[in-house]
Every structure is written in structure tokens, then in C-alpha cells.
């Protein structure tokens, strides 16, 4: 079975630009999460939805935000990108809402210039 | 807060050493723990988990318990190859949250 698959791969932009990156969870999977990921660092929770609602929001600004589609992919969307948001974007995939069980995507590589 | 703290890196060891990796967490209930790790230029796979004080888990040769006196998580393997050699992550998640809490990665590197 296809693991977690993200697209794209890598991605530049500049700066004040906006952003769309994709998710498609593992089949069966109703639940995607996004994690920002600086170089360096752990991964820091973004969005969690489930069942096409968003489930939970961690501490970012309202330049990001989210979507889950009725086949359960999703997309992030980030607005007036900075250099700050440079990172990998990483979209995990759980069964049900309980991260317990959760399995990450390869993730995209973001530079802003 | 919820928070891990794992121990700096990069740790250095030759191959066949034993390896310790420490984590110890602060949370507000009863986490369920987790040891992620992050192969170069990949994303995170899910190395071992515990969701109960006692527990240990285990997986390719890795063994971590879940001690709550201690509040701690340490990764440990008798023989480190040349191919565990990655970032580790330590990381909590509580019952009824939405999210994963990771710690700040610690770089294995295994020399022949």
C-alpha cells in the first residue's frame, strides 16, 4: 500500500508570496496533520483534521491555514510567506484522530528568498 | 507546557557500541511516548512507542521503557551499525489532544 505522499518535492518562493502545499493520507486514513519542521529542530504542530473539520491548531500566525477534502487529502496554504518559514512541511496520516498512531509523508522542502 | 527534552548531539560511536539516547518529558497527564527517526533527507518513521508507565517498546534492536517516577524515555541498543545513524526524536502526545510534542532531535552518527 502507498505510505503518506506530498507534493511538491521542494519549492521556492519569495518572500510575500503565498503558497499551496498537498497531502494525500494513507487509503483508509480520515485523519492529516501538518507539522513545520525549521532545520535544526523538531517538528512543531500546525493543524490536525479529521473527518474534514479542523481537530486542533497549534501556535501560528492566521497567514496559515488549512483544508481537508471530501477523498481526506489536504492542503496547506501559507500567505505573505517570510524567511522564517523556510522549513520541511510535513503531512502525517492516522487512522482515526488519535495521533497515536500516525505515520509521516517524505515532506516539502520550502525556501523563501 | 507539554515538553521533551532530549540530550544534545551529535553523538559519535563506533560500530557494535551500545548506545543510550536520553529523553526525559513534563506533561499534565498520562502521555503516551514515542522515539521517531528522521533518515537523511526523509521524513520521520515511527521507531518504538509506550502508552502506559512500564511499558516498554521495542523495535530493530531499539528498547525504550516508559518510567513515570522518572519522567523519562532513554533509547538504548547493544550494538549500534553504520546504518542507525539518523536523527532521533523523542515525542509525547496526551490522551484527547490533537497533537504530537517532539523534542529537538539528537544526530547519531556510527563510524566503521
Known amino acids: 500500500d502507498a505510505g503518506v505522499t506530498q507534493s511538491p518535492t521542494h519549492l521556492i518562493k519569495t518572500r510575500g508570496q503565498h503558497v499551496t502545499l498537498r497531502c494525500s493520507p494513507i487509503?483508509?486514513?480520515?485523519?492529516v496533520s501538518w507539522y513545520q519542521q525549521v532545520l535544526g529542530q523538531g517538528p512543531q504542530f500546525i493543524f490536525q483534521y479529521y473527518e474534514k473539520e479542523e481537530r486542533g491548531r497549534g501556535n501560528f500566525p492566521d497567514r496559515f491555514s488549512a483544508r481537508q477534502f471530501p477523498n481526506y487529502s489536504s492542503e496547506l496554504n501559507v500567505n505573505a510567506l517570510l524567511l522564517g518559514d523556510s522549513a520541511l512541511y510535513l503531512c502525517a496520516s492516522s487512522p482515526r484522530g488519535n495521533p497515536v498512531e500516525q505515520y509521516f509523508g517524505p515532506g516539502t522542502r520550502l525556501t523563501v528568498t | 507546557g507539554d515538553s521533551v527534552t532530549q540530550m544534545e548531539g551529535p553523538v559519535t560511536l563506533s560500530e557494535e557500541a551500545f548506545l543510550t539516547i536520553n529523553c526525559t518529558y513534563t506533561?499534565?497527564?498520562?502521555?503516551?511516548l514515542f522515539w521517531y527517526v528522521q533518515y537523511p533527507g526523509e521524513g520521520l518513521q515511527l521507531l518504538l512507542k509506550?502508552?502506559?508507565?512500564?511499558d516498554k517498546g521495542s523495535n530493530k534492536g531499539f528498547e525504550a521503557t516508559y518510567r513515570k517516577e522518572t519522567t523519562s524515555f532513554h533509547l538504548e541498543k547493544g550494538s549500534v551499525q553504520v546504518s542507525d545513524s539518523a536523527v532521533y526524536f523523542c515525542a509525547l502526545t496526551l490522551e484527547g489532544y490533537q497533537k504530537v510534542t517532539f523534542g529537538t532531535g539528537t544526530k547519531l552518527q556510527v563510524i566503521p
Open positions: 487509503s483508509g486514513h480520515k485523519s
Open positions: 509506550a502508552t502506559k508507565a512500564d
Open positions: 506533561a499534565t497527564g498520562y502521555p503516551s
